[in-house]
């Protein structure tokens, strides 16, 4: 069932960028394969700068189990979506400061002592972006977070070849972590990240679309402080 949901995650993906971008087979030549490594991370970075919003979809891991991702992200900061971790779906929401989870009991198991769990029910768990027990979510809640991990790698960084992933012909820029894919057609922007890690790949779309944010009311809200301390 977890692989099914990325495929239908990852095939819409791929549906709506060939429908809503302009970074298809069919465009124009960006100038991108002729740059240099620094070049293309600047046209790059400047080009998502330029964006107000991104889809993201990945699947790694987290232990033993699979760790898949469907967040929307804002540039103001706004972002919304779900984490799946093994059988566990995470619920996100997040405002740049704050983020809000929502899951069930085994979730929290993993994060706090059983009578916490417990207390949280059903409610909308509020977090600092950054609380050092939840990496997972801390590392898609925030835009620039991800721009900046994404598109300021640590060198080395060498050029690789000009091919084509996720529909979109792209050069490769092989990095100490694994190989980012940044569109060659119309906007130079990231398309792909796949990891030296197997079968650990990102991917990126629906660039400008809307982020329906809504942020839980007090009473869906519990905020992690008050269900001890140590917890975050």
């Known amino acids: 069932m977890r692989s099914r949901y990325l495929a239908l995650a990852l095939a819409a993906l791929v549906l709506s960028m060939t429908a809503c971008s302009g970074n298809g087979l069919s465009g124009t030549s960006n100038g991108l394969a002729d740059q240099s490594v620094d070049q293309?991370?600047?046209?790059?970075?400047?080009?998502?700068?330029?964006?107000?919003?991104?889809?993201?979809?990945?699947?790694?891991?987290?232990?033993?189990?699979?760790?898949?991702?469907?967040?929307?992200?804002s540039r103001s900061g706004t972002a919304v979506g779900t984490l799946s971790i093994g059988a566990q779906q995470?619920?996100?929401?997040?405002?740049?400061?704050?983020m809000w989870l929502q899951a069930k009991e085994p979730y929290w198991l993993t994060k706090m002592p059983k009578e916490f769990a417990t207390a949280v029910k059903n409610l909308w768990v509020k977090i600092p972006i950054g609380s050092k027990n939840f990496p997972e979510v801390n590392a898609v809640a925030r835009y620039s977070d991800v721009m900046t991990e994404f598109l300021a790698p640590e060198p080395p960084v060498v050029k690789g070849t000009v091919g084509t992933t996720f529909n979109q012909p792209a050069i490769q820029l092989v990095t100490s972590?694994?190989?980012l894919w940044v569109a060659t057609n119309d906007v130079p922007l990231p398309v792909e990240y796949d990891f030296n890690s197997?079968?650990?790949v990102v991917r990126f779309g629906e660039w400008g679309t809307k982020v329906e944010f809504v942020q839980p009311t007090k009473a869906e809200t519990i905020d992690l402080p008050s269900l001890g301390g140590g917890v975050g």
């Open 40 to 73: 293309i991370l600047q046209s790059a970075r400047s080009a998502a700068d330029a964006q107000t919003s991104v889809r993201l979809v990945s699947k790694g891991s987290q232990g033993q189990l699979d760790l898949i991702t469907d967040m929307k992200l």
């Open 90 to 98: 995470v619920n996100v929401r997040a405002d740049g400061t704050n």
């Open 198 to 200: 197997v079968n650990n």
């Open 177 to 179: 972590g694994g190989v």
